[in-house]
């Protein structure tokens, strides 16, 4: 047998991992309604928000994960992926905040430009990589 155990179960890792975050990544309208007529945890800047993820991941899961945030920054990518709608906000040197919007606010999104200022609602969702990633967005 040329293959051994290792090179059957990483690719079986990565597809379960892919299929978990396919599966929670899209939001339902009525689930960024419910969210939306909430007031806000915590107000900023993109680049504000990064900095407190980049000093201590762990203390700002803590702090905010699952909290609800309105935050303003500048668009430096606009996307769509497995049927989510992502707007990047630029957040310095600190990263990006990936801001996760339903199909409901799609021809809201089709207005923005890369470098418009924006302020957004979401759901803090945590950190991937470089990127503070906002679930359930609403353009304010």
Not at 71 to 76: A, F, S
Not at 109 to 123: C, E, S
Request: charged share 25%; hydrophobic share 40%.
């Amino acid at each position: 047998m040329k293959y051994g155990m290792k090179n059957i179960v990483l690719p079986l890792a990565v597809l379960a991992l892919f299929g978990l975050f396919a599966a929670g990544c899209s939001d339902t309208d009525s689930d960024t309604s419910d969210m939306q007529s909430k007031p806000a945890d915590f107000q900023g800047s993109a680049t504000e928000l990064c900095r407190i993820y980049k000093e201590n991941e762990v203390a700002a899961d803590q702090k905010l994960k699952g909290k609800i945030v309105l935050i303003t920054g500048k668009v430096t990518s606009i996307s769509k992926t497995l049927g989510d709608i992502h707007v990047m906000l630029d957040g310095g040197s600190d990263g990006n905040v990936d801001c996760l919007f339903t199909p409901s606010e799609e021809s809201a999104i089709a207005r923005l430009v890369n470098g418009q200022d924006i302020t957004v609602k979401g759901q803090v969702d945590g950190k991937v990589i470089l990127s503070v990633v906002l679930r359930k967005c609403r353009l304010q």
